[in-house]
């Protein structure tokens, strides 16, 4: 029975669905899970009882078209319909972004969600990885990022905020600074699928900055805010032109009616949202402090619902995620097959305190062997990716994502305006991107929540006596602020000439699993100041725009 459950995770990029998990449980019941990042305090029981009791109309009968759930979206989050369009989940928009607006390349930080870097792969494309350095905290430097773009050429730039699977987290005007610098670009992509979550400061989105640019895109999901993961509905903001030609390509149904009965209740249950927010920031911070206090396990601040974390030398991701699972039924998120990650790395999602005491016990036992066995043994060189495609694995084995043979370009020397870029080193930053100011120093890159405090956690506790043996447990620092960008100055650099990969980039075995030694202990953290909630008859607004009269 465990080797059938423990097999479900060898056969793609993606965990299982807890349907698989469930079916191969044997009882039919699913594990905890602390792998689907996913709202647990909302819906309301009071909500799922009502659906429940509307279960057979609902499934029977057609939904409205996507334009009535779009334009009731809308009116919720005071957001012009013509600029949004709404898909089955944010990985439908992410599909036809690809195949409508992103003509020959894609720069994204990695690791990040994995569809940023397969989709535009299996169509093609030539996918520019940003590596994220763990000495740095996997902290995203703008500054490097976009001298990053500049030297490869590349046409599309992606920014999750927060990143998944880090949480790392970039302020509005830094972002809107650079938008502002890569305004030259075909496309930029904002991907705030997690932002409901942050709370560095009051109004992190850039949806209303996105809609006035031609060449922005802001990506929301739904599924992860309301905790309706199975629903499947996201929606996207642009000017109404981008936003026009994505919303034309899709289905007039693509929306089912579980999405529409859900959109439509939502004015109800504002209140009762905005809380759910507010508890999963209080429990992110009480997580961190109960996972710190682990022996030389590693926690990185973030912003999102979830914690990413480095195991302790010695312990292998794979085997502690399967002895979670089949010893404890725990299901927990083993990082090896993102690109920029390792199998050292587990991403951890914010559950209720009950839960992370259980998972705190079982991690003690599985990680030190206190009860069952000895410690987790650490296999060799980590684990190989697998985007669980056979075409994409080729890709990433064999070219830097440049969607062709490596043996092709040998030799190769850049097209037209393209300036070829040595590889990118841990240690040495790049030179100044056109508009940027210069990056600052490793560690330097993320910046401060309003008020001055920095988004980190808590100071860990001292490790019990019996732990002595093992290392002290570890904080990744909160990097300081960065210093703001200069204005745009006109870019240097060329198009691209279609097929020509990026000259000196990094392999996916280069940028899978860099690692540093480990930081110094960061001084104890305070909480940041939440956000201001509605009262009753208010609705927070999704688009970080304010509250909603």
Not at 54 to 66: E, G, M, N, V
Not at 455 to 463: K, L, S
Request: glycine fraction near 10%.
């Amino acid at each position: 029975m465990a080797g059938n459950v423990t097999s479900l995770f060898r056969s793609g990029a993606h965990s299982p669905s807890m349907a698989a998990l469930a079916r191969e449980g044997g009882d039919g019941t699913g594990p905890v899970d602390f792998c689907i990042p996913c709202n647990p305090y909302f819906p309301t029981p009071a909500m799922m009882e009502t659906m429940a009791a509307r279960l057979k109309d609902i499934i029977t009968f057609y939904p409205s078209s996507a334009d009535t759930i779009t334009a009731e979206l809308c009116n919720l989050l005071q957001l012009p319909p013509q600029a949004v369009a709404m898909g089955n989940g944010s990985t439908e928009l992410i599909t036809w972004i690809d195949h409508l607006l992103v003509r020959e390349s894609l720069a994204i930080p990695v690791p990040t969600f994995g569809r940023w870097t397969d989709q535009p792969m299996e169509t093609g494309k030539r996918v520019d990885m940003f590596p994220l350095q763990e000495s740095n905290g996997f902290a995203l430097d703008l500054a490097q990022y976009a001298d990053f773009i500049r030297k490869r050429g590349t046409k599309v730039a992606v920014i999750c905020n927060p990143n998944n699977p880090d949480g790392g987290f970039i302020h509005k005007q830094t972002l809107v600074q650079f938008m502002d610098a890569m305004a030259d670009l075909d496309l930029i992509v904002i991907d705030e699928s997690f932002l409901e979550f942050a709370d560095a400061e009051a109004e992190p989105s850039v949806v209303q900055e996105a809609m006035l640019r031609p060449n922005v895109i802001v990506l929301r999901s739904l599924g992860k805010n309301f905790g309706l993961h199975g629903i499947r509905f996201g929606y996207m903001v642009a000017n109404p032109s981008l936003a026009g030609k994505v919303r034309s390509m899709l289905p007039k149904w693509n929306l089912n009616a579980f999405a529409e009965y859900v959109v439509f209740m939502l004015k109800e249950h504002g209140a009762e949202y905005a809380q759910s927010l507010l508890q999963i920031r209080r429990d992110r911070l009480e997580m961190a402090s109960q996972l710190s206090s682990l022996p030389g396990l590693t926690v990185y601040p973030s912003q999102g619902n979830f914690l990413f974390v480095r195991l302790p030398v010695g312990a292998e991701g794979t085997v502690v995620r399967d002895r979670m699972l089949t010893e404890h039924r725990i299901l927990v998120r083993e990082c090896g097959n993102k690109i920029g990650s390792s199998s050292r790395f587990l991403r951890l999602v914010v559950r209720p305190e009950v839960d992370v005491r259980r998972l705190v016990s079982a991690m003690e036992q599985v990680l030190y062997g206190t009860r069952r066995g000895a410690a987790v043994p650490e296999l060799g060189n980590g684990t190989s990716y697998s985007s669980g495609t056979a075409a994409v694995d080729r890709l990433v084995s064999e070219t830097n994502g440049a969607g062709m043979q490596l043996a092709q370009a040998v030799g190769a020397m850049p097209g037209p305006g393209l300036a070829a870029a040595p590889p990118m080193a841990p240690a040495m930053a790049p030179a100044m991107g056109p508009g940027l100011a210069a990056a600052p120093a490793a560690g330097v890159g993320m910046p401060l929540p309003v008020g001055g405090q920095p988004v980190g956690m808590p100071m860990p506790a001292a490790a019990a006596p019996m732990m002595q043996q093992v290392p002290q447990p570890m904080m990744a620092p909160a990097p300081a602020p960065a210093p703001p960008m200069q204005m745009p100055m006109a870019p240097q650099a060329g198009p691209t000439p279609p097929g020509v990969p990026a000259r000196g980039g990094l392999t996916a075995a280069q940028v899978r699993g860099a690692t540093a030694p480990a930081p110094a202990q960061a001084p104890g953290l305070s909480p940041a100041a939440a956000t201001g909630w509605p009262n009753a008859q208010s609705w927070p607004n999704a688009a970080g725009m304010g509250q909603a009269g």
